[in-house]
Nanobody, 123 residues
Framework: QVQLVESGGGLVQPGGSLRLSCAAS????????IGWFRQAPGKERDLVSR????????YYADSVKGRFTISGDNAKNTVWLQMNNLKPEAAAVYYC????????????????WGQGTQVTVSS
C-alpha cells in the first residue's frame, strides 16, 4: 500500500557526514512515527532514531546522540537523518520504517519498511 524509499547512503571517511532521506509514496497512511534502524552483518537490527509525526518528539540512541539529527516534513512525506562525525561503527544498512503509533514501543509496531541504504565508513 505504501512504499518507503531510502536514499543518501554511500562511502565516507571517519568524521564525515551523510544525510539520509526516507520518502513515502503510494497510499499514504496516517502514520504516527518514523524510525531509522541500522543493521550490520551478523548483528541485530537496532533503532537509531525516531520522530513522532504527531508532536515532533524525537529519540536518539546513546551511541549517536549529539551527532545525528532526525527531522521530517509531513507535507513532503519525507523524513531525514543527518549523520555527522561518523564513526566506523556506524557502517551498516540503514532502514526507515513507519508506525501507526505516535510513540512505538518496539520494532513490532513498525508496519512498513524501506529497502535500506548502505552506509560505509572507511579511511
Amino acid at each position: 500500500q505504501v512504499q518507503l524509499v531510502e536514499s543518501g547512503g554511500g562511502l565516507v571517511q571517519p568524521g564525515g557526514s551523510l544525510r539520509l532521506s526516507c520518502a513515502a509514496s503510494g497510499f499514504i497512511l496516517d502514520f504516527g512515527a518514523i524510525g531509522w534502524f541500522r543493521q550490520a552483518p551478523g548483528k541485530e537490527r537496532d533503532l537509531v532514531s525516531r520522530i513522532s509525526l504527531v508532536d515532533g518528539n524525537t529519540y536518539y540512541a546513546d551511541s549517536v546522540k549529539g551527532r545525528f539529527t532526525i527531522s521530517g516534513d509531513n507535507a513532503k512525506n519525507t523524513v531525514w537523518l543527518q549523520m555527522n562525525n561518523l564513526k566506523p561503527e556506524a557502517a551498516a544498512v540503514y532502514y526507515c520504517a513507519a508506525s501507526m503509533a505516535t510513540w512505538p514501543k518496539g520494532e513490532y509496531e513498525y508496519i512498513s519498511w524501506g529497502q535500506g541504504t548502505q552506509v560505509t565508513v572507511s579511511s
